[in-house]
């Protein structure tokens, strides 16, 4: 079974810039989440969906962050403008459905460095 | 409310040693307490995890204590290995809410 894909997976920009990263979760998992995770601290929720609909959005910081889910599958959130302070890794999570327990499997990361 | 507190943030073990990380947590609602390991470059992923019913749960060398009135829970390492040197989470979560989780212990095995 093929594992949460993101990409890229570094990315270094200018303050003030746009960024865009993008995930492919497990298939078949209607639960799709976005994560912060910065250096030293554990991951924080940034906005889940449910199917193409959200879910949790509470923690994102709306006024520069932005994420879609087209179709209910593959997603992608966008940072504009970047801060110095947004630097850390996105990470992505799936799982088959909308509940805490249900295991959430994590890709790799995009590694975002502000300067 | 929605805190998990961890200590400690660094940990060194000798081989075959055992770690212990512990977490607390406060608000009494959460029901369900994974534990997350996590490598360098990677995603986390799930460990084990325990409900609030159990006072204790074992998968192979890996052992989740929990005190339901302390409101405090942690893992245990038996038996430590290198491979084991990693970043490890606790998290909280209920019902449909999402995961809260812990700012994570970092694990050094040495040889």
């Known amino acids: 079974e093929a594992g949460v894909a993101q990409s890229p997976r570094y990315k270094i920009i200018e303050k003030r810039q746009s960024v865009a990263f993008w995930c492919n979760p497990i298939?078949?998992?209607?639960?799709l989440y976005w994560y912060q995770q910065i250096l030293g601290q554990g991951p924080k929720l940034l906005i889940q969906f449910q199917n193409n609909g959200v879910v949790d959005d509470s923690q994102l910081p709306k006024d520069r962050f932005s994420a879609e889910r087209l179709k209910g599958v593959d997603s992608t959130l966008k940072i504009q403008p970047a801060k110095l302070e947004d630097s850390a890794v996105y990470l992505c999570?799936?799982?088959?459905?909308?509940?805490?327990?249900?295991?959430?499997?994590f890709g790799p990361g995009t590694r975002l460095t502000v300067l | 409310q929605q805190q998990v507190k961890q200590s400690p943030q660094s940990l060194i073990v000798q081989k075959g040693g055992i770690s212990i990380i512990n977490c607390a947590y406060e608000?009494?609602?959460?029901?369900?307490f994974p534990w997350y390991q996590q490598f360098p470059g990677k995603g986390p992923a799930l460990l084990i995890a325990i409900r609030p019913d159990v006072s204790e749960k074992k998968e192979g060398r890996f052992t989740i204590s929990f005190n339901k009135s302390a409101k405090q829970f942690s893992l245990h390492i038996m038996d430590s290995q290198p491979g084991d040197s990693a970043t490890y989470f606790c998290?909280?979560?209920?019902?449909?809410?999402?995961?809260?989780f812990g700012t994570g212990t970092k694990l050094q095995v040495i040889p």
């Open positions: 608000n009494t609602a959460f029901d369900y």
């Open positions: 998290a909280a979560s209920m019902g449909y809410q999402k995961v809260t």
């Open positions: 298939s078949g998992h209607a639960t």
């Open positions: 999570a799936s799982s088959l459905r909308d509940r805490g327990h249900d295991e959430q499997f």
